[in-house]
């Protein structure tokens, strides 16, 4: 997996790509979050366009990042989730958790309002 970071207006967006399935990748990205809301970045967006397989450890590391944000004060979104992993997210009943976006442009613009 890899992880591509960009700011946007007053949000961070952080693209991943590749295969989600937990593992090292998992804590890589959680340390990471935790460094953002230090930063006081609590506006994040996870863009999932790239992402070409998530197991269930990968959507462990989505909840554990919205847990983390929230914790902080935070709003974590995603955008752009492909087919495949809004299937996941509908079996699993996480849709209900997550707000989802059809645009990274989308997301972003909701904090500010």
Partial sequence: MKIKTTEKYNAVVIALKGNVM???NTKNFNEY????M???KKH???DLSGVKFMNSSGL?????ALTTVKKA????KLARVTDKIESLLIITKLITIF????TVDEAV???SS
Wanted: proline share 0%.
């Fill in 22 to 24: 937990g593992g090292e």
């Fill in 33 to 36: 979050l935790h460094k953002l």
């Fill in 38 to 40: 230090d930063k006081g």
């Fill in 44 to 46: 994040v967006v996870i």
């Fill in 60 to 64: 462990g590391m989505l909840i554990g």
């Fill in 73 to 76: 004060d935070g709003q974590l």
């Fill in 99 to 102: 707000e989802s976006f059809d």
């Fill in 109 to 111: 613009e909701t904090f």
